[in-house]
């Protein structure tokens, strides 16, 4: 491997266990492999790396941590086996309910469970992008369905806690891809767990040469797509007047609570127009900030 390389292989490294360390949770070495230089090209060579420049680091079980955090090991491994169990009732959900998802040309599962670092409390983040103008008629069907389900529960059972957390129509997602090109961004998206449309999903892939920039080992091979061809109906346009002014109004609330409870590093943004919806907390922008500033520091030398 040439200096330059072995460098940067030893820096990038050491970020991702760091920040996985942070965040109470060991990282496989399989997934940091494909985020290190393509000159990184197996396991073995990550051990040697870890073995000859970093003593702070301790690999067990295929797992890289902060040497004295062995424990988050295990944590980890319960972590993924919470992930996998929400992921399987998130296939079920979408493969039972055809018609709430009709419209959307892509569902996957986001944050943390797509990560495998999900804990028994955390919400199932959901990523979703549907045809053009039914953006809000779909959340719309999908709002009422979880919330029935939720209160019978005790009948038939309890379910995930889902939250609609990145929603985007056609138009939406592309745009978003435009402007928001950052390290974080693109980690999330070839993270994404798909449960339909996982063609469509490297399409929006496809449209972002860029990730290759961040993560070399990541190829967006460039694909059509065929935009539909749909147009606003009274119901979409009823459901947009009436849920962004409630998600607008609900996320006042719990922004209140979580700052009375004095968790200020929780508290988010909503970003809600026709063709987006997301919800984007103080502690993610924190995030993309720390990413950001590794890469570029990376870059530069």
């Not at 060991?26 to 420049?53: H, N, R, T, W």
């Not at 992008?129 to 038939?156: C, P, Q």
């Not at 056609?170 to 993270?191: C, D, H, Q």
């Not at 109906?233 to 609570?257: D, M, Q, R």
Request: aromatic share 12%; with cysteine; net charge positive.
């Amino acid at each position: 491997m040439e200096k330059d390389h072995y460098k940067l292989a030893i820096r990038r490294l050491s970020f991702f266990v760091n920040l996985a360390t942070a965040n109470r949770s060991a990282i496989g070495c399989e997934d940091v492999l494909l985020l290190l230089p393509k000159e990184v090209q197996s396991c073995e060579q990550i051990k040697q790396l870890v073995s000859e420049k970093l003593q702070n680091i301790s690999i067990l079980d295929g797992y890289l941590i902060k040497r004295g955090h062995e424990a988050l090991v295990a944590l980890t491994l319960k972590k993924k086996k919470e992930s996998l169990t929400k992921i399987s009732y998130a296939k079920l959900f979408v493969r039972e309910h055809p018609t709430l998802f009709k419209h959307a040309l892509a569902v996957a599962v986001s944050g943390s469970t797509s990560y495998m670092s999900s804990t028994l409390k955390e919400d199932l983040d959901l990523f979703i992008v549907t045809k053009n103008h039914t953006m809000w008629s779909t959340l719309f069907r999908l709002y009422i369905y979880l919330r029935v389900r939720k209160a019978l529960s005790f009948v038939l059972g309890q379910i995930p806690e889902y939250c609609l957390s990145i929603v985007f129509t056609e138009n939406g997602v592309k745009s978003f891809l435009k402007k928001s090109k950052s390290a974080l961004t693109a980690r999330e998206l070839i993270s994404l767990y798909p449960l339909k449309g996982e063609e469509y999903l490297m399409y929006i892939r496809s449209l972002c040469p860029w990730i290759s920039e961040y993560y070399p080992k990541i190829h967006t091979n460039t694909k059509s797509f065929k935009e539909s061809a749909t147009s606003a109906t009274l119901f979409e346009t009823l459901s947009y007047a009436f849920l962004s002014a409630y998600v607008k109004f609900k996320a006042k609330i719990k922004n209140y609570l979580i700052e009375k409870r004095g968790h200020q590093i929780d508290v988010f943004d909503t970003i809600c127009s026709k063709d987006v919806l997301i919800y984007e907390s103080r502690r993610y922008k924190l995030l993309k900030k720390l990413y950001d500033s590794e890469f570029e520091s990376m870059a530069s030398g």
